[in-house]
């Protein structure tokens, strides 16, 4: 068996926040509820992120040291997969297909009017809070580019006027 190392500094060298309680009891649910499982981390990791809407820094400690692996191996994962967010994002996630079927349909023009619209690159929230912009590479819409997803929905043959439409809809809801 691995020697834990779950008590080392986090790797960004700073002092790990607590989690708030109604965080921390979704963490150790999750953990309870998955640790088993064999590769748990990537389960775990997406389960956090699906409750709390990103993963928090106070959240690998726990992680870690249930799975008996050390920060660094969390956080690692945590920064690899470009899928985990360590911030809380806004209060819409746009998810925009970057690959290359929807490149030639006019993404590379889509992502730029996005980036424009929401004052944001990619993996960054607009000023207002409303909206998240992140990468994904591919949809599986291929045939129906560009495509998006604004939190879970599908939008296929986007323009930037229907961009637009999209975002403003989402603003007043």
């Known amino acids: 068996m691995k020697e834990s190392r779950a008590r080392t500094a986090p790797p960004h060298g700073g002092v790990v926040p ?3 309680p109604e965080q921390g009891a979704v963490v150790r649910e999750v953990i309870v509820r998955l640790q088993q499982q064999p590769g748990a981390l990537l389960p775990i990791l997406h389960a956090v992120q699906d409750a709390v809407g990103y993963v928090p820094d106070g959240a690998v400690g726990p992680i870690a040291h ?13 920064s690899f997969y470009h899928w985990f967010r360590r911030e809380p994002p ?14 030639a349909l006019g ?12 004052g944001t690159d ?6 207002d809070g ?16 560009p495509s998006l997803l604004l939190d879970g929905e599908l939008h296929a043959r986007v323009t930037p006027q229907r961009f ?10």
């Open 107 to 118: 993404a590379t023009a889509l992502e730029e009017h996005a980036r424009r619209a929401l």
């Open 66 to 78: 249930a799975l008996n692996l050390s920060r660094a191996e969390v956080h690692g994962v945590l």
């Open 164 to 173: 637009d439409a999209l975002i403003a809809e989402a603003r007043k809801a």
């Open 122 to 127: 990619f993996h960054g929230t607009s000023a």
């Open 18 to 20: 607590a989690l708030p």
């Open 130 to 145: 409303a909206v998240t912009l992140e990468p994904v590479y591919c949809l599986g819409n291929c045939a129906c580019g």
């Open 90 to 103: 806004g209060r819409h996630v746009l998810h925009l297909c970057r690959a290359e079927a929807c490149q």
